[in-house]
């Protein structure tokens, strides 16, 4: 599992964010490797309307951490990631 801070500009206004604002969003990604993770959370940013979207962290979770049932109970977007293969979480700046 990957985790991506990721920003990326609203094609249209929604839930508070006006068209062409920049919103800052962290996106867990299920997948074996990076590269694939990343054309991934692109990909999911796209389909809930976001453009010009640019990864500035990446993170790798290693797999002690993603299949200790501790870790992946106290962390709920982890456990949604492990669940449906994504989580993206938008922050208010």
């Known amino acids: 599992m990957y985790i991506f801070s990721a920003n990326a500009k609203a094609k249209k206004d929604r839930d508070g964010v006006k068209e062409g604002q920049v919103v800052p969003f962290i996106v867990y990604i299920n997948f074996i490797d990076l590269f ?13 309307g976001f453009t010009e979207i640019e990864i500035e962290k990446r993170k790798l979770v290693p797999s002690t951490l993603t299949s200790d049932p501790r870790v992946v109970a106290a962390d709920k977007a982890m456990a949604e990631a492990i669940k449906s293969g994504y ?6 700046e």
Do not use: N, S, T
């Open 36 to 48: 694939g993770a990343e054309q991934l959370c692109k990909v999911y940013l796209m389909r809930a």
């Open 87 to 92: 989580m993206i979480q938008m922050f208010d």
